[in-house]
């Protein structure tokens, strides 16, 4: 069983910056690709951002790529999404997911390789 625990969301203006945080309970955490994706009502879950277990590889949606950088911390079984230039259309409630596979380039984007999540954390962009 792995436990998700996101934190770091909040109430920012557009433009400004937030890093979330997500705490991970597994001791085999530095074995799994982890990634983010973000859901608003009435929409499906999105992807946004993913890194290989190792953190040498990372992937992002187009819509956030060149403002979010997504990092991870083996040694405190910690991922991080760095959110800059923020704009109206990323708010969402932003959640960490752990990947099926410890790799898979195939599914890495997708949210059904995806087998625990957490519960999930508020952004908020105002205008």
């Known amino acids: 069983q792995v436990q998700l625990v996101e934190s770091g969301g909040g109430l920012v203006q557009a433009g400004g910056s937030l890093r979330l945080s997500c705490a991970a309970s597994a001791r085999t955490f530095s074995t799994y690709s982890m990634a983010w994706f973000r859901q608003t009502p009435g929409k499906e879950r999105e992807f946004v951002a993913a890194?290989?277990?190792?953190?040498?590889?990372?992937y992002y949606a187009d819509s956030v790529k060149g403002r979010f950088t997504i990092s991870r911390d083996n040694a405190k079984n910690m991922v991080y999404l760095s959110m800059n230039s923020l704009k109206r259309e990323d708010s969402a409630v932003y959640y960490c997911?752990?990947?099926?596979?410890?790799?898979?380039?195939?599914?890495?984007?997708?949210?059904?390789?995806?087998?625990?999540w957490g519960q999930g954390t508020q952004v908020t962009v105002s205008s």
């Open positions: 997911a752990k990947h099926t596979y410890q790799f898979n380039r195939a599914l890495i984007t997708t949210r059904l390789s995806y087998d625990y």
């Open positions: 890194i290989t277990w190792g953190g040498d590889s990372t």
